[in-house]
């Protein structure tokens, strides 16, 4: 953890100071990069995923209830972006593969897994923080006792973020019954 952020520090966060930002990102940005390339993704496309989660983080910022949750979030989004990007860079060299094959099915098939991972991953980014935070770990199928331990929160306040984070993914997906059942069948 950057030891050197001070709480004043993090109320000019908040309040969208952006020297803060600045100083943040300053703070973060080579280690979150390094963290995104263990996972086997280019230099590039590590820094692309660290400037968005900085920008999302930025635009998010009032939620952010202090700077060991920032941390947590940094740390957490960059790592689940990190696997989505792996995830479709895997689909779509399994597309073009497949463009190869003459079988239409599995190319359908691979490009629908595309779009919905791309779907879920945009209607979590409009969750609550904390609710993002559960329901990613539910995809990455963590228990609950798991969740609770990792975030240090309560069993009960786990099952709570996860019972609003269904309700708002509910709503995101009202006109996509499909997606929304398979989201519910995948965190349980």
């Not at 399994?94 to 003459?102: A, G, K, P, T």
């Not at 997906?173 to 059942?181: A, E, G, M, R, V």
Request: aromatic share 10%; proline share 2%.
């Amino acid at each position: 953890m950057v030891t050197f952020l001070t709480e004043e520090d993090f109320q000019n966060f908040i309040e969208g100071h952006e020297s803060v930002l600045e100083k943040i990102f300053h703070c973060y940005y080579k280690v979150l990069v390094s963290f995104s390339m263990r996972h086997g993704l280019k230099q590039m496309e590590a820094e692309d995923i660290v400037i968005e989660v900085i920008q999302r983080i930025w635009q998010i910022r009032k939620r952010v209830t202090s700077f060991s949750s920032l941390h947590n979030l940094l740390y957490t989004s960059v790592h689940n972006r990190t696997l989505n990007v792996i995830r479709n860079i895997k689909n779509r060299q399994r597309i073009l593969e497949s463009q190869q094959c003459v079988d239409e099915d599995l190319f359908c098939e691979l490009l629908l897994e595309e779009e919905v991972g791309n779907q879920l991953y945009n209607a979590i980014n409009v969750l609550p923080p904390k609710c993002q935070e559960v329901i990613l770990f539910l995809l990455a199928e963590r228990s609950i006792a798991e969740i609770a331990v990792e975030m240090n929160i309560s069993v009960s306040t786990v099952k709570t973020y996860k019972a609003r984070a269904i309700e708002a993914l509910r709503n995101y997906f009202k006109d996509n019954p499909i997606l929304l059942y398979w989201v519910i069948i995948k965190i349980g």
